[in-house]
């Protein structure tokens, strides 16, 4: 097999899914989203590294790809924690309504205020679920906490 | 690669690329999708030939997996769907990685990745579902200046990949030493668990620990969020779902 | 006994000391003993000044008979007078106490090096001025024991006072024109603190002001003059130093460089060098001694105590610019044209002050314009530039510190039995009341007008003759002048005999008048007050006939010694035509004021409309405007560019200052909009970067 070849064609691969975590990164507003953009960057990384090891002979690459990966599971395990907290003070996950680190006077827009592309498209309608019987005892409600879980 | 190949590469990249971001409307995403399969069309063709016709055939049947759902899992207006998208990366990116050798990582890419990170993933996506689809996700923030620099930023590292082809020895290093010492073993696993626990053993270790450090600090913040909240009952009435700062519409 | 180095010493430091230790212990300890340390020592430099003469008498040698012109040697030779090169002409003599060296500094770009040395001398006119200053300051103080009582400020009082002797003494004492303007400065500070003395009186503080501002235009011309006469000799002091290797460092004064056939060789390049010099000079005696036209401070001096203004303003500080002159006398020998400013000047202001006397109300300030007068006199003298004038100057300056300071305490006197009133039409008559100051204050005003045998007989008619004698001199050229400024010397002494007896006779004369604030204690004051009047009575009667005396001891010294080579001792022998002449004006001015203000006192008030009508009576009293006109030219111009400036500093400076912090924000607020707090952007601008980077290390590869 053309070793060089194969090199390029995981450098490019690997850049290119590099390329599309970060355009998801950029043009998303859900955090949950944008957090899987950036590990998508993870995993062209991984590619290109591993790329490098075949094309050196060693399993250096392997072994640098393999501690990203642990490392992505942590900042995973850690961002959703946040992230989740972050859901339940604000009620919702948009991170271009995020601002209050701003400088004063320059606060940004919200893109509905600003984005000239016209009316939003209707969402997709909710699937219409059937009413199954109640299963069992029903789990004790807290109206309070009903309500308080906020409905965005 | 020619100049000219490159630069339509990533004129059409672009272009499909934010016609595929969601921009608020649903014109123009099947445009989005051809356009965007030619420029990977193009950008897979560029690349030389890899010897035999299975191993082309399958490298490029990988990639394009790997790189459409990628696209797809970047530009779907549902969350849930990107993560699912997402996770058929996973999957050709798994492939790619038998296709090197390096079965443990493919095995442990979707062990871990697909397995563990998606699915937590997901189970956030779930707990913090809106009730409809979110404004938010309907619309991208900067969608033709985000595909602009993306796909430019690919353009330049192909440029650099390519111009460093170029200047590469006739032998790649792994085939100089190959003649040398004995080629990676018939189970690779092992030389890369050999590998790891004598050369990498204190990398591992700290690896351990940091994962263990991972674990417990996700445990306390969600443990001290919800203290305060005990402690401070949130003035919000019920009925009065929480709201952010701003007035956003949902619909 | 002792030497003449510790009399020196103690003579200078004594009132230093008790300076220093009234101020120390005065308000706390001495309180109304706060008299006591300045009293002692004043005391004790008298004594010790009187030593010194005595010793320094002995020393001297026996005078060369007669002193002709340069070119007439004499055939006297006396065997402990330095003589010059020719071996015939007396140069004077002087010792010189050095004391320590204050500053040497290396010469740099050519220019000599920079030496002072502190240096005290003993020659006869420090001697005459030493005495002076002494026994007037002694008696001064004695009075002021009487006078300023019940003053809260007792003891700031005397440690002023005695703080002013040390100056004066140590001005006539230097040998170094850079210490001489030290003490010159320190004295008119002494005069601002005095004169000022209540300061919370607004007029008091002001005139304190004036004065220190007007000496300080003064003090600035003197300057430059010091800082010309080293630059053209190389040196300040007065005497010659013998340095190390035998070599003869040049005074300015010393005996090295007046011995010279052609005075000073070439030191000066060109005559204007010495001419601005002398002028210099000049200026600076102007601003100290009151001549026109600095004279506007002596005026508003009198809001300081009456003491203090028989001290200071009458007798010793305003002299310190005669003594100048007197000391820099070879300068302005041979300067050729300076004297001439000197005599115009003097004689201007005798007249001119003598104008403004006739009409003021304030017999202080009639006191005052009186001095201004008297001291034009004596400028007049210096001005022939002649031996006879520079004696005539030095005796008049002696004989009028005496009747002076008398008139003065005379008019404390009168001021305190009045309760503080010093104005002429508030009261009248008082002879009666206060007998002895009345007769002391009637011989005073005999003295200054003029009448023999009386003290300022003698010395105005030396003043006179020398005047004279250099008018007929040279009876084309500057003749004309000095013969213009001889007939204005006696018009002025006619007026000066018309105001000083209107004065008298305003006062003392009269029906009996007594001004509420006098509050029933019209009488005389205690024996403190009465016993100085009475002292200086003594010396103004007597002091005239020292004059055999005072003339041929000032030969001995140095600067005189070279005057008189120069242009000879003068012609010796009573001058009948001028005494017949100054007595006349003397009684003339007498007779007036006798049969306006002790006879017909409305003819003085229709004569008053007379000259009124005609703006005399008004030029006289409104001091010829000269205040107003100063204040139009320089204290008005100073104040607009004063405001002037003050806008420039708060638009102009804080405008540029204010623009630098207005840059600073503005260059903050060019980088503030990349603050947005939104992540994404963030992103995007590393991203960015990141492109920029990328693709300028990309240009190596792709060439």
Redesign the interface.
């Known amino acids: 097999?053309?070793?060089?070849?194969?090199?390029?064609?995981?450098?490019?691969?690997g850049?290119?899914?590099?390329?599309?975590?970060?355009?998801?990164?950029?043009?998303?507003?859900?955090l949950?989203?944008?957090?899987?953009?950036v590990?998508?960057m993870l995993?062209g990384v991984?590619?290109s590294l591993?790329?490098w090891?075949?094309?050196?002979?060693t399993?250096d690459g392997?072994?640098l790809?393999?501690?990203v990966?642990?490392?992505?599971?942590?900042?995973?395990?850690?961002a959703?924690?946040?992230?989740?907290?972050l859901?339940?003070?604000?009620?919702?996950?948009?991170?271009?309504?995020?601002?209050?680190?701003?400088?004063p006077?320059?606060?940004?827009q919200?893109?509905?205020e600003v984005?000239p592309?016209?009316?939003?498209?209707e969402?997709?309608p909710?699937p219409a679920w059937p009413h199954l019987p109640p299963a069992g005892v029903e789990p004790q409600r807290d109206?309070?906490q009903e309500?308080?879980?906020?409905?965005? | 690669m020619t100049t000219w190949l490159l630069v339509g590469t990533v004129v059409l990249g672009a272009v499909a690329l934010w016609l595929l971001l969601p921009r608020g409307r649903k014109a123009g995403r099947r445009i989005g999708a051809v356009l965007g399969a030619v420029a990977l069309g193009m950008l897979l063709g560029s690349l030389p030939p890899l010897g035999g016709w299975f191993a082309q055939g399958l490298f490029w049947l990988l990639a394009a997996v790997t790189l459409g759902s990628a696209a797809c899992a970047v530009s779907f207006r549902n969350p849930v769907y990107c993560a699912v998208w997402f996770g058929l990366t996973l999957f050709g990116t798994a492939g790619l990685l038998f296709f090197q050798g390096a079965q443990f990582l493919g095995a442990a890419t979707i062990i871990i990745y697909a397995g563990a990170i998606l699915v937590t993933l997901l189970f956030v996506l779930m707990l913090a579902n809106p009730r409809g689809q979110a404004a938010y996700d309907r619309r991208a923030w900067e969608a033709p200046l985000a595909a602009t620099v993306g796909v430019v930023l690919l353009g330049l590292f192909s440029t650099g990949f390519f111009s460093t082809l170029k200047a590469m020895p006739e032998e790649t290093p792994a085939q100089a030493a190959a003649e040398k010492r004995q080629p990676p073993g018939k189970y690779p696993v092992s030389a890369l668990g050999a590998e790891l626990f004598s050369r990498h053993l204190v990398a591992v270790e700290v690896a351990g620990t940091l994962l263990l450090a991972a674990l417990a600090g996700a445990v306390a913040v969600v443990a001290q969020h919800a203290q305060r909240e005990q402690q401070e009952p949130r003035p919000a009435a019920p009925g009065q779902p929480t709201r952010p700062q701003r007035e956003l519409t949902v619909r | 006994m002792f030497s003449l180095d510790v009399l020196l010493l103690l003579v200078v430091a004594s009132p230093l000391a008790a300076a220093v230790v009234t101020a120390a212990l005065g308000p706390r300890l001495l309180r109304q003993r706060s008299h006591l340390p300045a009293l002692l020592a004043v005391a004790l430099s008298l004594a010790a000044a009187v030593g010194l003469a005595w010793q320094w008498a002995k020393q001297l040698p026996a005078l060369p008979a007669q002193e002709h012109h340069a070119g007439q040697a004499t055939a006297e030779h006396t065997q402990e007078g330095k003589h010059d090169a020719a071996g015939d002409h007396y140069l004077g003599r002087e010792h010189v106490l050095l004391l320590w060296r204050w500053a040497a500094v290396q010469g740099a770009w050519g220019t000599a090096p920079f030496v002072v040395d502190v240096a005290l001398r003993v020659d006869t006119l420090t001697c005459l001025m030493l005495l002076v200053v002494n026994l007037v300051g002694l008696l001064v103080v004695i009075y002021s024991v009487g006078y300023m009582h019940d003053d809260p400020g007792y003891w700031r009082y005397f440690s002023y006072v005695a703080l002013f002797v040390f100056s004066m003494n140590m001005l006539v004492s230097v040998s170094n024109f850079l210490l001489l303007y030290v003490f010159w400065e320190a004295v008119g500070l002494c005069s601002y603190l005095l004169i000022g003395f209540w300061y919370q009186r607004p007029a008091a503080a002001d005139a304190g002001k004036k004065a220190f501002l007007v000496n300080r235009v003064g003090d600035f011309g003197f300057a430059l003059g010091v800082f010309l006469l080293w630059s053209a000799l190389g040196t300040l002091n007065f005497h010659d130093t013998v340095l190390a290797d035998g070599q003869v460092a040049p005074g300015v004064l010393g005996q090295h460089w007046l011995s010279m056939p052609v005075p000073y060789g070439g030191a000066w390049g060109s005559r204007t060098a010495v001419v601005v010099a002398c002028l210099l000079l000049f200026v600076g005696a102007c601003g100290k001694s009151a001549q026109f036209p600095l004279h506007v401070w002596l005026p508003d001096a009198m809001e300081g105590p009456t003491p203090v203004s028989a001290l200071i303003h009458a007798a010793t500080m305003v002299t310190a610019g005669v003594y100048l002159v007197v000391r820099a006398a070879p300068m302005f020998l041979v300067s050729q044209s300076a004297h001439l400013v000197v005599a115009a000047i003097g004689g201007l202001t005798a007249l001119m002050a003598a104008f403004i006397a006739l009409t003021q109300t304030d017999l202080k300030r009639v006191l005052a314009y009186s001095t201004v007068s008297q001291l034009g006199y004596m400028f007049l003298a210096l001005g022939t530039a002649s031996f006879a004038g520079l004696v005539a100057g030095m005796f008049h300056l002696f004989t009028h510190a005496f009747f002076k300071a008398l008139l003065f305490l005379g008019a404390g006197s009168v001021m305190h039995a009045m309760g503080g009133v010093i104005d002429m039409n508030r009261f009248g008559g008082l002879r009666r009341r206060l007998p002895l100051t009345y007769w002391t204050f009637l011989l005073g005003a005999l003295a200054l007008a003029g009448v023999a045998p009386l003290a300022g007989f003698w010395s105005k008619d030396a003043v006179l003759a020398a005047v004279h004698a250099r008018a007929l001199e040279n009876p084309l050229g500057e003749g004309y002048l000095y013969l213009t400024l001889y007939y204005v010397g006696l018009i002025a002494a006619l007026m000066t005999a018309f105001y000083t007896f209107r004065a008298v006779f305003l006062t003392f004369h009269g029906e009996e008048r007594i001004p509420e604030e006098a509050h029933g204690h019209a009488h005389e004051g205690p024996w403190w007050m009465t016993v100085p009047l009475v002292l200086l009575a003594v010396g103004a009667a007597g002091a005239g006939l020292l004059g055999g005396v005072v003339t041929p001891w000032l030969q001995h010294t140095p600067s005189l010694a070279f005057a008189a080579r120069l242009t000879g001792t003068g012609h010796h022998g009573f001058h009948w035509d001028v005494a017949a002449l100054s007595t006349a004006m003397a009684l003339g001015g007498m007779a007036l004021a006798a049969w306006f203000y002790l006879a017909q006192r409305e003819l003085v008030r229709s004569l008053a409309e007379t000259f009124r009508a005609a703006m005399l009576y008004q030029l006289s009293y409104g001091k010829l405007f000269l205040d107003e006109i100063y204040t139009v030219m320089v204290v008005i111009p100073l104040r607009v560019l004063g405001w002037v400036l003050f806008i420039l500093d708060q638009f102009l400076i804080d405008g540029l200052v204010n623009l630098v912090g207005h840059l600073v924000r503005a260059l903050g607020g060019l980088f503030r909009p990349l603050q947005t707090g939104l992540v994404q952007f963030y992103a995007l601008a590393m991203l960015l970067g990141l492109l920029v980077l990328l693709a300028s290390l990309l240009r190596w590869p792709l060439g």
Do not use: K
């Open positions: 097999m053309n070793e060089h070849a194969l090199w390029l064609g995981y450098q490019v691969v850049a290119a899914l590099v390329a599309l975590g970060i355009v998801g990164f950029l043009a998303r507003r859900n949950i989203v944008m957090f899987l953009a590990e998508m995993q991984a590619l591993v790329g090891g075949r094309y050196h002979g399993l392997q072994v790809v393999l501690f990966l642990t490392v992505a599971a942590c900042e995973a395990a850690l959703m924690a946040l992230a989740l907290m859901f339940q003070r604000r009620g919702h996950l948009d991170t271009a309504a995020c601002f209050r680190l701003h400088e006077g320059q606060e940004a919200l893109v509905e984005s592309e016209g009316e939003l498209e969402p997709e909710e109206p309070e309500a308080y879980r906020s409905h965005v």
